[in-house]
Protein backbone atom coordinates (compact mmCIF):
# COMPACT_ATOMS: atom_id res chain seq x y z
CA UNK A 1 0.00 0.00 0.00
CA UNK A 2 1.31 3.26 -0.48
CA UNK A 3 2.34 5.69 2.01
CA UNK A 4 -0.14 8.69 2.32
CA UNK A 5 0.28 11.92 1.62
CA UNK A 6 1.01 13.10 5.59
CA UNK A 7 3.75 10.39 5.95
CA UNK A 8 7.53 10.83 4.69
CA UNK A 9 7.65 9.14 1.31
CA UNK A 10 9.92 9.50 -1.72
CA UNK A 11 7.98 11.86 -3.36
CA UNK A 12 10.01 11.62 -6.68
CA UNK A 13 9.37 7.78 -7.02
CA UNK A 14 5.38 8.44 -5.58
CA UNK A 15 5.33 10.83 -9.32
CA UNK A 16 6.83 8.42 -11.55
CA UNK A 17 4.99 5.52 -10.34
CA UNK A 18 2.13 7.27 -10.71
CA UNK A 19 2.87 8.11 -14.31
CA UNK A 20 3.86 4.85 -15.35
CA UNK A 21 0.69 3.35 -13.68
CA UNK A 22 -1.38 5.95 -15.67
CA UNK A 23 0.69 4.76 -19.04
CA UNK A 24 0.07 1.40 -18.57
CA UNK A 25 -3.30 1.58 -17.83
CA UNK A 26 -4.14 4.34 -21.16
CA UNK A 27 -2.03 1.73 -23.35
CA UNK A 28 -3.70 -1.63 -21.39
CA UNK A 29 -7.10 0.42 -23.05
CA UNK A 30 -6.30 1.16 -26.19
CA UNK A 31 -6.34 5.16 -24.88
CA UNK A 32 -3.87 8.27 -25.18
CA UNK A 33 -2.46 9.82 -22.28
CA UNK A 34 -2.00 13.08 -24.43
CA UNK A 35 0.85 15.63 -23.50
CA UNK A 36 -2.21 17.98 -21.36
CA UNK A 37 -3.62 14.78 -20.18
CA UNK A 38 -0.69 13.76 -18.77
CA UNK A 39 0.41 17.74 -17.62
CA UNK A 40 -2.78 17.77 -15.82
CA UNK A 41 -1.82 14.10 -14.01
CA UNK A 42 1.67 15.60 -13.00
CA UNK A 43 0.21 18.87 -11.54
CA UNK A 44 -1.97 16.80 -9.72
CA UNK A 45 0.49 14.69 -8.53
CA UNK A 46 3.35 17.48 -7.75
CA UNK A 47 1.85 18.89 -4.40
CA UNK A 48 -0.65 16.44 -3.43
CA UNK A 49 -3.06 19.03 -2.98
CA UNK A 50 -6.64 19.19 -4.59
CA UNK A 51 -6.79 21.93 -7.33
CA UNK A 52 -9.78 23.18 -9.15
CA UNK A 53 -10.36 23.05 -12.80
CA UNK A 54 -9.78 26.99 -13.06
CA UNK A 55 -6.45 26.70 -11.49
CA UNK A 56 -5.66 23.82 -13.27
CA UNK A 57 -6.00 25.71 -16.55
CA UNK A 58 -3.95 28.91 -15.10
CA UNK A 59 -1.35 26.56 -15.07
CA UNK A 60 -1.45 25.32 -18.73
CA UNK A 61 -1.94 28.78 -19.72
CA UNK A 62 1.07 29.88 -18.30
CA UNK A 63 3.07 26.63 -19.64
CA UNK A 64 1.43 27.70 -23.22
CA UNK A 65 -0.49 23.81 -22.95
CA UNK A 66 -4.05 25.51 -23.10
CA UNK A 67 -6.34 28.22 -22.13
CA UNK A 68 -9.96 26.86 -22.99
CA UNK A 69 -12.00 25.60 -20.24
CA UNK A 70 -13.19 22.64 -21.86
CA UNK A 71 -9.64 21.55 -22.94
CA UNK A 72 -9.22 21.14 -19.03
CA UNK A 73 -12.58 19.75 -18.55
CA UNK A 74 -11.80 16.88 -21.30
CA UNK A 75 -8.53 15.89 -19.51
CA UNK A 76 -10.27 15.44 -15.74
CA UNK A 77 -12.96 13.59 -17.01
CA UNK A 78 -10.44 11.35 -18.89
CA UNK A 79 -8.63 10.76 -16.24
CA UNK A 80 -11.12 10.03 -13.97
CA UNK A 81 -13.11 8.17 -16.15
CA UNK A 82 -9.95 5.85 -16.61
CA UNK A 83 -9.36 5.85 -12.74
CA UNK A 84 -6.55 8.50 -12.61
CA UNK A 85 -7.50 10.89 -10.51
CA UNK A 86 -10.75 11.87 -8.05
CA UNK A 87 -13.28 14.67 -7.74
CA UNK A 88 -13.17 15.99 -3.64
CA UNK A 89 -17.13 16.97 -3.97
CA UNK A 90 -16.40 18.95 -0.34
CA UNK A 91 -13.73 21.37 -1.87
CA UNK A 92 -14.63 20.90 -5.62
CA UNK A 93 -11.74 20.41 -6.95
CA UNK A 94 -9.60 17.23 -7.96
CA UNK A 95 -6.74 15.18 -7.02
CA UNK A 96 -4.88 12.37 -8.13
CA UNK A 97 -5.44 8.84 -7.50
CA UNK A 98 -2.40 7.03 -5.54
CA UNK A 99 -3.91 3.77 -6.13
CA UNK A 100 -4.27 3.81 -10.39
CA UNK A 101 -5.86 0.40 -11.72
CA UNK A 102 -6.76 -0.92 -8.24
CA UNK A 103 -10.53 -0.89 -7.95
CA UNK A 104 -11.13 0.75 -4.37
CA UNK A 105 -13.46 3.27 -2.06
CA UNK A 106 -11.83 6.36 -1.72
CA UNK A 107 -11.87 7.91 1.42
CA UNK A 108 -10.00 11.87 1.37
CA UNK A 109 -8.37 13.46 4.56
CA UNK A 110 -8.73 17.18 3.66
CA UNK A 111 -6.51 19.68 5.82
CA UNK A 112 -7.69 22.56 6.37
CA UNK A 113 -4.88 24.23 7.18
CA UNK A 114 -2.97 24.18 4.05
CA UNK A 115 -5.30 22.16 1.69
CA UNK A 116 -3.14 19.11 1.42
CA UNK A 117 -5.86 15.89 0.49
CA UNK A 118 -4.71 12.36 1.28
CA UNK A 119 -6.32 9.59 -0.13
CA UNK A 120 -6.73 6.56 1.72
CA UNK A 121 -9.22 3.41 1.28
CA UNK A 122 -12.52 3.47 3.31
CA UNK A 123 -12.67 0.74 5.87
CA UNK A 124 -14.91 -2.52 4.94
CA UNK A 125 -18.18 -1.99 5.75
CA UNK A 126 -17.81 1.94 6.06
CA UNK A 127 -21.50 2.12 4.20
CA UNK A 128 -22.68 -0.10 7.02
CA UNK A 129 -24.47 2.80 9.07
CA UNK A 130 -26.65 3.67 5.76
CA UNK A 131 -27.69 0.81 4.71
CA UNK A 132 -30.69 0.24 6.89
CA UNK A 133 -32.17 3.77 5.72
CA UNK A 134 -30.78 3.19 2.28
CA UNK A 135 -33.13 0.04 2.58
CA UNK A 136 -35.57 1.64 4.10
CA UNK A 137 -36.52 3.83 1.64
CA UNK A 138 -35.94 1.57 -1.21
CA UNK A 139 -32.18 3.60 -2.15
CA UNK A 140 -29.40 1.26 -4.10
CA UNK A 141 -25.92 2.52 -2.80
CA UNK A 142 -23.66 2.32 -5.43
CA UNK A 143 -20.70 4.06 -4.79
CA UNK A 144 -19.93 5.45 -1.36
CA UNK A 145 -17.09 8.25 -0.97
CA UNK A 146 -15.95 9.57 2.28
CA UNK A 147 -14.46 13.32 2.93
CA UNK A 148 -12.80 13.96 6.13
CA UNK A 149 -12.17 17.46 7.22
CA UNK A 150 -9.25 18.27 9.82
CA UNK A 151 -5.43 19.12 10.45
CA UNK A 152 -2.76 17.59 9.16
CA UNK A 153 0.43 16.55 11.11
CA UNK A 154 2.17 19.42 10.18
CA UNK A 155 -0.36 21.90 10.76
CA UNK A 156 -1.57 20.41 14.13
CA UNK A 157 2.56 21.57 15.50
CA UNK A 158 2.70 24.44 17.47
CA UNK A 159 4.13 27.40 15.94
CA UNK A 160 6.30 29.91 18.46
CA UNK A 161 3.48 31.25 20.39
CA UNK A 162 1.91 27.40 21.27
CA UNK A 163 -1.03 27.81 18.55
CA UNK A 164 -1.26 24.96 16.04
CA UNK A 165 -0.47 26.26 12.83
CA UNK A 166 -3.77 25.39 11.07
CA UNK A 167 -5.40 27.34 14.08
CA UNK A 168 -3.30 30.40 13.72
CA UNK A 169 -6.12 31.80 11.78
CA UNK A 170 -8.99 31.38 13.26
Do not use: W
Request: net charge negative.
Amino acid sequence: MPPTVFQTHDHAACITGALHAAQRICEDGGVRLTPVRRRVLELLLCDHKAMGAYEILARLRDEGLGSQPPAVYRALDFLGRHGLVHKVEKINAFVACIRPGVRHAPAFLICRGCDAVSEEVAARGAGAPLSPAAAASGFEVETLVVEAIGLCPACRMPDSDGVPAGQADT
